[in-house]
């Protein structure tokens, strides 16, 4: 056992110091800063995979319906398995599953690209491996998210790590997809694949040079059955938990697939191409990269519940909006919108679930965050692309917006009985007394 100035030093490295030290404190933790690198290397690849995927299948079939399809394909098998995979990685070792899951995405991403380059590939095909990467999301998304207290082991850092890993994502939002388009308009779509493939090694090699302290994995007592019964009677019957889950998963399903349609709003409506897909792809990171820095500088998890609110509100706002539009400058001014809704009621849900959710449950009810945030989605995307099949993709993007709007209404509604649950919560755990000024939870 290391005594506590050794575990000090690799624990907490570098401590941040200037006005807005806090909005970086998280990165003071040796293992989490060694995340933020690999992934922000992977990410870009993973941004530039999602472009040319969806532009692929536009160029192939130039069908609305068939987008909706690949999307649903995608993300179907998270809807069904995250539950299972929830109660499986309470069982693991989840340093080992990740290795697992970003070396198996990174084949997928490879073969994809060797299909493309080769020529050979079809609309099944595409099918198959977007099949194949919803299967290990459904591991690798709610491990990923339960591994985060394992790399920074201070809870009170964990609001600003969440905001930290989402304003990552988001910067490698903006080059991705412009690079995307570069690489889609100079070589093809197949070389997007091979750079993701290769790209997944950084978060590998991250992974590996971690020092973690291993969490006790206690044998189970019970089936699993039982433990997805537990699992589902705790996020079904705890209020705060249950209606931040309720909401993400109408933006998940009416909000979020406005992404498949992208295509057909850079070819048919702003009769541009791949390049202008990026830009709208690029104007929504944009707003969403502003929207997890303004989460990193906040110094409690204390009014989130009034974020997700709100920024409900913006996603849905800026989505009507934005099928109104025919002019790329005010499409992207619009994109900027709905990427800071929606990033930050992403990153908000995330915050006040992990804070308020117990250590022995983490897995299982993160599962059903996989659930609400992916797993609705195809649904969605199915939605979005028949409805754009026969309205076209303005007014699709109109009518899930307004849904959304219409969801942000209800949880204004729900706050004031959710608050009163989390404030004992907030007590106990000695947050809400060093802000007992503000209102609000």
Known sequence: MRDGSERASTVMEARPVGRYAHAWRALRHRNFKLFVGGQSISLIGTWMTRLATSWLVWRLTHSALLLGVVGFAGQILTFVLAPFAGVLIERMDRRKLLVWTQALAGVQSLAMAWLTLAKVITIREILVLSALQGLINAFDMPGRQSFLVQMVEDKGDLGNAIALNSSMVNAARLVGPALAGLVIAAVGEGWCFAIDGVSYGAVILSLAMMRVRPLEIRRATVSMLEQLKEGWAYVSTFRPIRTILLLFALLSLMGWPYAVLLPMFAAQVLHGGPHTLGFLTGSSGVGALA??????????????????????????????????????????????????????????????????????????????????????????????????????????????????????????????????????????MGILPQVEEQAGT
């Open 291 to 428: 929207s997890a820095m303004s989460l990193a500088v906040r110094k409690t998890v204390v009014g989130l519940t009034r974020m997700i609110q709100v920024a409900a509100a913006i996603f849905g706002g800026g989505l009507i909006l934005f099928g109104l539009s025919h002019v790329l400058w005010l499409s992207m001014v619009l994109m900027l919108a709905v990427g800071f809704g929606m990033m930050q009621g992403l990153a908000a849900s995330n915050t006040v679930i992990q804070t308020l959710v117990p250590e022995d449950k983490r897995s299982r009810v993160m599962s059903y965050y996989t659930m609400a945030f992916v797993g609705m989605a195809p649904f969605g995307s199915l939605l979005a692309g028949g409805l754009a099949h026969w309205v076209g993709a303005p007014r699709t993007v109109m009518i899930t917006g307004a849904c959304c709007v219409l969801g942000s209404v209800w949880f204004a509604f729900e706050l004031p009985a959710v608050r009163r649950v989390m404030r004992p919560i907030y007590v106990e």
